[in-house]
């Protein structure tokens, strides 16, 4: 089948499209209704299907005589250590810690979170949470307790699981005191917190809630797994939205099996015992979908990496992890390979390498610019094949289908829509624009199978936020175009979140946080373009009057409390101080202006701009501080 048959026959006949694809999973209840809806009218597939899947993930594959095969890869560079599981070693201890939740209380329809570094018990922690039906809500372990602690608030579980600690290339992080503190601000109280013991660094203080991970392993029972209907909440992944609150995308379980199963083959064209490593963390949703659930479905063995692309310890890691465990496809962020190509810009740790068995290097998170598309075809034989999708997808919506039909790469295209996709351009008054016009990117609905459910206890927000705008259409909160042959362009987010090293950030969030300072009468955060990590924060305040607090200690103080509020991630290293903000006469900032300016863009001044003379000033300040000097276009 082409690229165009099988995508053509998913837009038109999507139920036989996706009833065959539900064939390919095993159920203990085969779905008979393949399409319905929810009560607010919410597309819904295989609303009646019951399955499990940590079933599906390991047991299957035992039951099929593949237990002795290698499910994980543990690849801990900042350790020093590899660690290979089987499917048997992997049931043996997620049942086992499974039968420890059951005995700590939790059941089926509890929340849990985890909040862990990249080690293997933190897919254990979701497989196990998936085994008896417990919804687990992963937390990436660079968020500070704060944003720990609101997620902790919205979705209430019943048990955190976490580990000692966490290591940041040579810095050890201790994670527990970040739990201890997070429930300290949260007003809920999670009954247990199960602490996985690394013994790395002092030994952690032992509080009356907390249960040890080996001991609760060690006296349990291994426990089967539970059936659960197909709109079984699997897990709650909070993202970034254009307010502080960040956003629950809850996950339903049978259609996300179906489509992680179809994104496997179709996709990322990997057959089941070859080995697929998605370098990033399972804090994000490519850890949920591409670390845990979608290659052991598919009876792959997935590689858990803690490290980075350099210093851990140098720019040839990735290779050195591609040869070693024979990775026959890879995922990361363009973020990775700018750094390494930084590093090493004439790949000699390359050439130092076997990489013959990859087959295709993906790439998603935020844009790849060409620069480095280049760089990485011209140094390595694989494919490199950008793809576009969000934590609300769950899995690709636009990408080259290379287990279909491997279309002609155009380097700036993210491809073309994945089946189940219909994506169209909008403009601005919910007109479709034509070829190579610039609009808002929206998917008619009913989106595919494995795509969010609703937004956890906020379904207002989630009408608001992705089906209101344009009646009828999810909006994906992105801008771009087709050309004339289909392929896609993403240019970017049309709203107030950035991707900073493919970690998606709320702009809106940080200025939260920098407006609390005392000194600060108002502010505007925006991202800005930077050269290795595609966007980066930039903070610009207007200071109170007669304040005279000095610019560095300023930026000093905001550095940190974005740093104690949000976690080092949001990476804010540049505060500016400005006499005042660009706005609208009606009184709202013009943060696309600015960005503009600091990108060193073309830009119209708006016609709504209540004073003209103040782009002037912006970019006077912006050049004084040398921002934008060194970003990439
Ligand atoms: N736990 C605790 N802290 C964390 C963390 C975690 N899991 N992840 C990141 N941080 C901290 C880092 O230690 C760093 O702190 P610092 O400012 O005190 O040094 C800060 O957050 C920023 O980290 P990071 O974004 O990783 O930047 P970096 O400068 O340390 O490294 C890169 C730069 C390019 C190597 C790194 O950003 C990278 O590997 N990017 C690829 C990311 C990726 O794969 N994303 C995929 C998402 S799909
Ligand atoms: P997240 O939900 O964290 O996966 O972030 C999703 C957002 O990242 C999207 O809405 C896009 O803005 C951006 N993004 C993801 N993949 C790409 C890509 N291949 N090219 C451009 N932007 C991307």
């Known amino acids: 089948m082409t690229y165009k048959e099988i995508y053509t026959e998913s837009i038109e006949q999507p139920e036989k499209f996706w009833k065959h694809h539900a064939d390919e999973i095993e159920w203990y209840s085969k779905p008979q209704i393949i399409t319905s809806e929810d009560e607010n009218g919410y597309p819904l597939w295989y609303k009646d299907g019951e399955l499990n899947v940590c079933y599906l993930a390991i047991d299957k594959h035992i039951q099929d005589g593949y237990g002795n095969n290698t499910a994980l890869i543990y690849d801990s560079p900042v350790t020093q250590n590899i660690k290979k599981y089987t499917f048997l070693e992997v049931k043996t201890e997620v049942a086992k810690l499974a039968g420890g939740m059951l005995s700590l209380g939790l059941k089926k329809g509890d929340t849990a979170v ?39 608030d919205d979705c209430k579980p019943r ?33 247990k917190v199960i602490v996985f013991n690394r013994k790395l660094g002092a030994r952690v203080p032992f509080k009356k809630y ?3 991970y080996d001991a609760l392993i060690y006296g349990s029972e291994e426990t089967a797994c539970v059936p659960v209907n197909t709109t079984h909440p699997l897990y709650i ?4 939205g254009t307010t502080g609150k960040p956003k629950g995308v809850v996950r339903d379980t049978g259609g996300y099996a179906v489509a992680l199963k179809f994104s496997m083959t179709h996709i990322y064209n990997i057959k089941p015992d070859e080995v697929f490593w998605a370098a990033s963390d399972v804090g994000w949703v490519v850890g949920h979908s591409f670390i845990v659930y979608g290659p052991l479905i598919n009876r792959n ?34 973020t990775a390979i700018r750094a390494i190509k930084k590093e090493d810009p004439d790949g000699e740790f390359i050439k130092q390498y076997d990489l013959s068995s990859l087959k295709t290097q993906f790439l998603a998170g935020e844009r790849c610019d060409i620069a480095t598309l280049e760089w990485y075809q011209k140094h390595i034989p694989a494919p490199a094949i950008d793809h576009w999708w969000q934590t609300e997808s769950g899995w690709p919506m636009i990408a080259n289908l290379m287990g279909v039909e491997q279309l002609p790469i155009k380097p700036g295209s993210v491809g073309k829509a994945v089946c189940g996709y219909d994506i169209r351009i909008f403009s601005e008054d919910g007109t479709e624009l034509g070829a190579n016009k610039e609009g808002y990117v929206v998917v008619k609905l009913p989106l595919p199978p494995g795509t969010l459910l609703d937004l956890w206890q906020d ?32 240019t970017g987010r049309v709203d107030d979140v950035i991707n900073v090293a493919g970690h998606r950030l709320s702009t809106a969030e940080m200025e939260e946080v920098v407006s609390s300072h005392p000194s600060v009468a ?44 949000i976690g080092a991630v949001a990476s804010l290293q540049s505060v500016v101080i400005v006499d005042r903000l660009p ?36 970019d006077s300040v912006l050049q004084k501080y040398n921002i934008g000097i060194y970003n990439v276009k």
């Open 210 to 212: 907390d249960v040890d």
């Open 114 to 152: 985890i909040y862990m570094p990249m080690i293997p018990q933190a897919a254990f922690a979701m497989l196990a949470c998936a085994r008896i039906g417990v919804t687990h809500s992963v937390v990436f372990g660079g968020f500070a307790p704060h944003e720990l602690a609101i997620r902790i």
């Open 459 to 490: 379904n207002p927000r989630f009408k608001s936020g992705y089906l209101d705008q344009f009646p009828g259409y999810y909006f994906s909160g992105d801008g771009g175009y087709k050309d004339d042959e289909d392929y896609i362009f993403i």
């Open 583 to 618: 706005k609208t006469r009606s009184g709202k900032i013009l943060r696309k202006l600015m960005r503009s300016i600091a990108d060193g863009e073309n830009f119209q001044i708006p016609s709504t701009i209540d004073d003209e003379n103040i782009v002037g000033e912006i």
């Open 301 to 334: 063995t997935t590689v858990i990496f803690e490290g980075k692309p350099i210093k851990t310890p140098d720019a040839s890691t990735f290779w050195r992890v591609i040869a070693e465990h024979k990775v026959n496809a890879m995922f990361t962020a363009p």
């Open 159 to 191: 048990v955190i699981i976490t580990a000692s600690s966490g290591i940041e290339i040579d810095r050890l992080i201790a994670y527990k005191p970040l739990v201890d503190e997070a429930i300290e601000l949260a007003s809920h109280r999670p009954k």
């Open 522 to 565: 108002e502010c505007a955060v925006i991202g800005i373009n930077d050269s290795i990590k595609g966007q980066i924060p930039l903070a610009l305040v207007v200071v109170k009057l007669n304040d005279e607090i000095e610019h560095y200690q300023l930026q000093q103080e905001t550095i940190k409390l974005v740093r104690q509020q």
């Open 237 to 240: 992944l909070y993202t970034s």
